[in-house]
C-alpha cells in the first residue's frame, strides 16, 4: 500500500516536472513548520488566557496566595504580564507609566518569539499559486509550441495530455496555499488574543493598584490636648 502511493507521489512529481519538485518541497516546508508551531503554542498557552484571567481576578479580589499558585510557572506571554502586573503592583510606589512599558516590553519579546515561521507560512501561501500558475503557463506554451510544430498531423490525445500536465502544477499550488492559509489565520488569530488579553489584564491589575493607592486614609489621631489649671 505505501509503496503503491510512494509511487503514484513520483509519478506525479515526474509528470509536473521541475514546478511541481518546488511545490512538493515547499509543501514539506510548510508542514513541518506547522507542526513545530501548533506544538509550541498548545504547549505555551498561546491564545489560552483562562488562567491569566483565573489569576487577575484572584488578585483583585484580594486572595493573592491562590493568584500566584495560578501562575508559578508562567509560559505565555499573558500569564507573564499579569505575573510581572502583579508583582509590580505591591511596591512601595507605582509608577503606572513605567510598570506599562515593561510588562510591554516583555510581551513584545514573547510575541515576537511565538510569532516566528508564521511569515514563512504566509509566504508559502502566496507563492505557491502563482508557482503553480508559472508551471501552468510553460506547459501551455509548451503545449502551443507542439501543436505548431505538428502542423496538419495533431494528435489531440497528446495535446490533451500535454494541457492535463500544465493544469496539475496550478491546482498542487492551490492545494498547498489553501490548508496552509486555514492555518496561518488560525495562529495569527492566537496571537491576536494573546496580545489583548496582555493589554487587558496587566492594565487592569494596575488600575485597581493605583485605586487602592489613591483610596483617602483615615486621619491620624491628633494627641489629646489638655488645659492646664492656674
Request: aromatic share 4%.
Amino acid at each position: 500500500m505505501v509503496s503503491t502511493v510512494l509511487d503514484r507521489v513520483f509519478e506525479l512529481l515526474d509528470l509536473g516536472g521541475p514546478v511541481v519538485t518546488v511545490i512538493a518541497g515547499l509543501s514539506v516546508i510548510a508542514l513541518a513548520v506547522i507542526l513545530m508551531k501548533v506544538a509550541e503554542f498548545l504547549r505555551c498557552h498561546v491564545g489560552q488566557k483562562h488562567r491569566a484571567e483565573t489569576a487577575a481576578r484572584y488578585w483583585m479580589a484580594n486572595r493573592q496566595t491562590e493568584a500566584r499558585q495560578m501562575l508559578v510557572n508562567p509560559v505565555s506571554a499573558a500569564e507573564r504580564a499579569v505575573s510581572t502586573a502583579m508583582e509590580l503592583s505591591v511596591t512601595s510606589c507605582l509608577d503606572k507609566a513605567r510598570a506599562e512599558e515593561r510588562i510591554a516590553s516583555d510581551a513584545a519579546a514573547d510575541l515576537h518569539r511565538f510569532s516566528r515561521g508564521v511569515r514563512a507560512l504566509e509566504a508559502i501561501a502566496q507563492v505557491a499559486p502563482l508557482i503553480g500558475l508559472f508551471g501552468t503557463v510553460l506547459g501551455m506554451i509548451e503545449a502551443f509550441q507542439a501543436l505548431q510544430n505538428a502542423g496538419s498531423n495533431v494528435d489531440p490525445s497528446a495535446l490533451a495530455g500535454g494541457i492535463w500536465v500544465a493544469l496539475m502544477t496550478t491546482a498542487a499550488g492551490l492545494a498547498v496555499a489553501m490548508p496552509v492559509s486555514l492555518v496561518v489565520t488560525w495562529l495569527e488569530g492566537r496571537l491576536e488574543s494573546e496580545r489583548v488579553a496582555v493589554e487587558t489584564l496587566a492594565a487592569s491589575i494596575l488600575l485597581n493598584a493605583q485605586s487602592a493607592g489613591l483610596q483617602p486614609r483615615p486621619a491620624a489621631p491628633q494627641p489629646a490636648r489638655f488645659a492646664h489649671a492656674y
